[in-house]
C-alpha cells in the first residue's frame, strides 16, 4: 500500500497499531517527542533492583497480546507471575485481611461484618438504576451491594486501578462490564453467571481470572520491540506542534531538535494523553480542545522500596495490598513486586512499589517530597512489621498520571467519535477511549487498525 500514515505517540497504544499498520503495508511514521519510546511504560535497572516507574504488568485478556508478543520475538522473555501473586490484602482498622476469592473464604472473612455479608445477599433483588449513564461507581455499588462493600472493597479497589475517586468515577465509563452487568442480565451475581459462556465465544478471559505477565527486562521491553522492529519509521524527539488538512490528506508539523519539520499523511493517529492532543487538535476543532482539557490527570508518586527479608515481619504471600480512604493513610497501597516475579532483586531482598496521591488526595503534593516518603515510610513499615531503613529507595512522580473517566464521560466518547466523522483520516486513540490497563491498550490497538483498514478499504 501507499497509503501514509503518522502515528502521534509512542506508548504502547501507538506502536502496538503501528506494527499492525505496518505488517499491512501502510507507511507507517511514529513521532515521539521523548528521548525512549514507552510512554507510562518505563523499567530501570537501580543496582541489582529491576524498577517499573508505570504499569508492572499487564493481564491477558485477550488473544491480541499473545499474538504481539509472538511476532515480535519476545515469546521467551515473557514471564508469568507467580501463584502467590493471586492473594490481595485489603487494610482495615491498621490490619491486612485477604480478600476473600470464593464463597467459603467470604463467609469466614473479617473484612466484612455480618450484617454487610447478609447485605450482599440481597444483590440479586435490586433493580436497575434510573440514572444510566451518570451514575458514579460509588451510587451504583452503595446501591447494589451497600456502604461497607464500597468502602473496603470498591474504594480501595479503584485506588489501585485508576488512582481515583469512586464518588467521580461514572460506572458506565470506567466499569462499562460491570454497568453492562446490570443492564444486560439484571444485576451483578446472575450477570456473572451468565457473561462467562459469552466470553469463551469471544476468546476473552475475565480480568479476575486472566494471567498476569511481565517480562524479564520489565514492561517496557514490549514497546522498545516494537519500535525496533519499526526501526527508522520511529523517530525520537519529535514534538509534534499541529495537525492542518492539507489537500485529500493532512500535514503534521514537529519540532525535532529545534528544526521545524512537516510530514503530509493521508492519516493521522494520535495516541497520544488528551492534554496533548488538545493542542495539537486546537486549529482543527476548539470544541474538541474544550473536551480534551476538561479530563482530569491527577498527580501520582510511585515509590519504589527495597529491605533484606529478615526485617519484615509480615508474610510475603500476595500480591500487595489496597488502602480504603477510610484508614486515612498517606498512600494509596503497595505491590510487593519481587513476590510477583522471581528477577526483581536477589533471594535475601525484596522490593516493594507504593502508590501515593490520585485524586483521592492530590493536595498532598504541596509538601516537600521527602516529608510526602517520609510519612509514607513511617506508615508502611508499621504495617509490614518493618524494623529498619530501606536499602534502596527510588521514586517516579507523575505529574498527570491517569485519565479519570469520571461521570459524564461519555460527552467526551461521543465528541471524540463526533471529531473523527467530520474529520476523516484522523483517528484519536490513548488509555483515555476504551481503557486505561495495558490489556485494553492492546485490544483498542487491534481495534483501531481494523477501523483505519475498514476506512481504507471504502
Known sequence: MSKKIVVLGAGISGLSTAFWLYKEGYDVVVLEKNKEVGGAMESVMINDFLFDRGPNSGLETTPVISKLVKETGLSKEMMYANQEGNKRYILRDNQLHALPMNPLSFIKTKLFSGKAKMRLMLEPFIGRSKEGYYQSISQFVRRRLGQEFLDYAINPFVAGVYAGDPDKLSVYSAFPKLYELEEKYGGLIIGTIRSIKERKGRAEVSKNHAKMFSFRNGMQSLPKTIAAKLSDRVILLADVETVEKSGEGYKVTYNNAGEKREITADYVLSTVPAYVASNIFRNLDTKLSEHLDSIEYPPVMVLYLAYPKD????????????????????????????????????????????????????????????????????????????????????????????????????????????????????????????????????????????????????
Open 311 to 458: 526485617k519484615i515481619k509480615q508474610p510475603l504471600d500476595g500480591f500487595g495490598f489496597l488502602i480504603p480512604k477510610k484508614e486515612k493513610k498517606s498512600f494509596l497501597g503497595a505491590i510487593w513486586s519481587s513476590v510477583i516475579f522471581d528477577n526483581r532483586t536477589s533471594g535475601d531482598n525484596a522490593t516493594f512499589t507504593l502508590f501515593i496521591g490520585g485524586a483521592r488526595s492530590p493536595e498532598i503534593f504541596s509538601l516537600d517530597k521527602e516529608i510526602i516518603i517520609k510519612k509514607v515510610l513511617n506508615e508502611f513499615h508499621e504495617i509490614m512489621g518493618i524494623n529498619s531503613e530501606p536499602i534502596m529507595k527510588s521514586y517516579r512522580y507523575w505529574s498527570k498520571a491517569i485519565p479519570q473517566y469520571n461521570i459524564g464521560y461519555i460527552e467526551h466518547e461521543r465528541y471524540c467519535d463526533l471529531f473523527e466523522i467530520n474529520n476523516p483520516g484522523i483517528f484519536i486513540s490513548g488509555n483515555y477511549r476504551g481503557g486505561i490497563s495495558v490489556g485494553d491498550c492492546l485490544k483498542n490497538s487491534d481495534l483501531v487498525f481494523q477501523k483505519i483498514n475498514k476506512h481504507n478499504n471504502q
